[in-house]
């Protein structure tokens, strides 16, 4: 079987999965969005539009980690024994971040309307150029915790294990994401902003090539 087809099929099945096991999905959802919930009815509406931007980044940054973080850490050793002998492993780790994207896009685009509509808008003076920066930023933290899931899921302390490997790389994607969407709530001009929206999606295909070069030597294992 060709990578195109391996890394199709093994996306069709991630979706196949999440839509039989909706109540994951769900609880990821109700998650965030309790999240959304509580910080905007605690603040009543009361923070300025540059710091309500930096505890958005950080609610999707926690919703990142949960909503990623089972990708290898929640495979049996069955299932991973017979992924092993089904397909490629650049084609599983290929498979895993395109879904965790997708995943992640949802999410984040559902985070944001409703904390826009419990916020709102007002605080956004180009809405389109914030939520591109913020569905860049939420790819760029999927495709991060897709690498470090794989990696902590060979080690005994997983939780502990990722949390200290993603957090030293999702805090420099953070703080591009956060420098740029400032700029969007201004109303700024893309090109102020093109420079730190190049780097999330520069970000993103540079940790799919890590990962492709990596983790056939840690598959092994």
Known sequence: MSFLRETSALFKKELLLEWK???ALNGMLLYALSMVFVVSIGLQRNLPPQAWNVVFWIILMFVSVNAVAKSFMGERTGQLLYLYNLAGPRAIIVAKILYNCLLMVGISAVTLGFYLFLSGTGKIVDPLQYGVIVLIGSMAFAANLT??????????????????LSFPIMVPEMLVGISASS???QGMAWTESISEIIFSACFVVIIAAVSVILFPFLWKE
């Open 21 to 23: 096991q909706k109540y």
């Open 147 to 164: 690498l470090v899931s794989a990696i902590a899921s060979k080690a005994q302390n997983q939780a502990t294990l990722l949390a200290v």
């Open 183 to 185: 700029k969007a709530i």
